[in-house]
């Protein structure tokens, strides 16, 4: 498994992949005009080109025999930050990794590589939101000692769902 950063080379690959892992994780919670508005939006190829390109994201991504199997995205500034105390946080937008390569430590070397560059950075915390009924999710962030900060909603097409916004302070 090889981790590098992400290139503009990229962006078509990181989209499907954005797009595979939030339908395999979340697909079933959404109508199909819902889903199909938000996967339109944010995991299409021009708008990851964008964030690549761009100054408030940086993305890691995980190559496994040539294809990309898992990322996670670092945003500063946090669309988060009226929610938290610290005075310098970054946000980890997304962790992802495609089904049958999780439980592998996949997860947690791309923790080590968010939370490496976030104090790298002078961050003082770092702010991630998680869908309330992510048991998993939850437990692996807690496990790194993030806690819960506020409840907040996350928007897919016309649907809003309630998600937990963690925090952990460095």
Known sequence: MILRPATLDDAPA???????????????????EDLSAFLAQVHNPEAVAGEIA?????HCLVEHEGALIAFCKLRYPSHYTAHSGAANPIELGQLYALPGHTGAGIGAQ????????????????????????????????????FAKIADITFQVGDQLDPEFLYELKL
Not at 14 to 32: H, M, N, Q, R
């Open 14 to 32: 990181l989209a499907a992949l954005g797009a595979e892992t939030f339908v395999a994780a979340f697909g079933d919670l959404y109508s199909a």
């Open 54 to 58: 761009g100054d408030s994201c940086t």
């Open 110 to 145: 791309l923790m080590d590589w968010a939370l490496g560059v976030a104090r790298a950075g002078g961050h003082d915390a770092v702010l991630l939101s998680v869908y309330s009924e992510n048991f998993g999710a939850q437990r692996f962030y807690q496990r790194y000692g």
